[in-house]
């Protein structure tokens, strides 16, 4: 099974400040990559597709990059509704695995 | 639009049995593969299996194999979930999510398990 390391566990921003997560792939995955976004009580919402591809109506303060083993998802500028919980999910083959998560707090 | 709706939360003992459905509209149903994520109180998200609604086949996550059940109704357009030999750490919001890697979601079902 592959496994998707994910960094930092958690991180405390501010308004206006770029943002970097970063998911490991414990082999490679091409760019087989989704970044979602859950707020408290709701479903995920898929912000990033194929490793950099931005889901339709997603800001583009938001950007995804990498291929093979390391990805990133960016965030140039924090808004006060981007304070949430972000996920990588692989789904380069079965099982599809998901990042332990990133919470992003002010 | 595309909608994935899915059943009410349930409570279960220990050893039962749960059963849950996510009504799909909007879309062609057989063109989208449809996978279960279930999100533990707390916890990450984690990936329980997915189903090709068009032929019925599935790909089960290994710690479930043997408890986990999805099946699909085309006439319907809803997909089920079951999961059986019920125990506390099955307590989770339980989700369908369409397509790879999945797009949209279902609101979620909570299933406790609690004696």
């Known amino acids: 099974d592959i496994q998707m390391t994910q960094s930092p566990s958690s991180l405390s921003a501010s308004v206006g400040d770029r943002v970097t997560i970063t998911c490991r792939a414990s ?26 591809s ?10 995804g990059s990498g291929s093979g083993t390391e990805f990133t998802l960016t965030i140039s500028s924090l808004q006060p509704e981007d304070f ?4 990588c999910l692989h789904h380069n083959s079965y099982p599809l695995t998901f990042g332990g998560g990133t919470k992003v707090e002010i | ?53 068009s032929v019925g086949s599935t790909t089960y996550a290994q710690k479930l194999q043997g408890r986990v059940t999805m099946t699909r109704e085309t006439s319907t357009s809803t997909l089920y979930m079951e999961l059986s030999s019920l125990r506390s750490e099955d307590t989770a919001v339980y989700y369908c999510a369409r397509g790879t890697p999945p797009d949209y979601w279902g609101q979620g079902t909570l299933v406790t398990v609690s004696s």
């Not at chain 1, 949430?84 to 996920?87: I, K, L, N, R």
């Not at chain 2, 459905?21 to 989208?32: E, V």
């Open chain 2, 1 to 53: 639009q595309v909608q994935l709706v899915q059943s009410g939360a349930e409570v279960k003992k220990p050893g039962a049995s749960v059963k849950v459905s996510c009504k799909a509209s909007g879309y062609t149903f057989t063109t989208y593969f449809m996978h279960w994520v279930r999100q533990a109180p707390g916890q990450g998200l984690e990936w329980m299996g997915v189903i090709d609604p």
């Open chain 1, 84 to 87: 949430a919980a972000y996920y």
């Open chain 1, 27 to 52: 082999q490679g995955i091409r760019n087989d990559l989704g970044w979602y976004q859950q707020k408290p009580g709701k479903a995920p919402k898929r912000l990033i597709y194929a490793a950099s």
């Open chain 1, 54 to 63: 931005l889901q339709s109506g997603v800001p583009s303060r938001f950007s």
